[in-house]
């Protein structure tokens, strides 16, 4: 069973900085696309940002300019570096990987972000 381990959520002021990161317990040597969803108290779970083994991005309008999506394909390990952050990015983040037809998830990381 596919594990991925998710890790970094916090609590941060407004305008503050933080990094999540998410490792799946097996390497994948095929092509497959790693993403970060987020899902806040009451609303539908989002995406937020997407990335493919060769590095093609897609971002959700409300975080473009401030988010960061990236993998390190050696370690195995996607990152999303979230800067400028607003407490509406408030919301369990988690971690997603799509390999053929096969569709993983993390347990989720919490991201308060204080006003």
């Known amino acids: 069973q596919v594990q991925l381990v998710e890790s970094g959520g916090g609590l941060v002021q407004a305008g503050g900085s933080l990094r999540i990161s998410c490792t799946p317990s097996?390497?994948?040597?095929?092509?497959?696309?790693m993403a970060w969803y987020r899902q806040a108290p009451q609303k539908q779970r989002e995406l937020v940002a997407s990335i493919t083994t060769a590095g093609n991005t897609n971002y959700a309008d409300s975080v473009k300019g401030r988010f960061t999506i990236s993998r390190d394909n050696a370690k195995n390990t996607a990152y999303l570096q979230m800067n400028s952050l607003k407490p509406e990015d408030t919301a369990i983040y988690y971690c997603?990987?799509?390999?053929?037809?096969?569709?993983?998830w993390g347990q989720g990381t919490q991201v308060t972000v204080s006003s």
């Open positions: 997603y990987l799509k390999n053929f037809n096969f569709e993983y």
């Open positions: 097996t390497r994948f040597f095929s092509i497959n696309t």
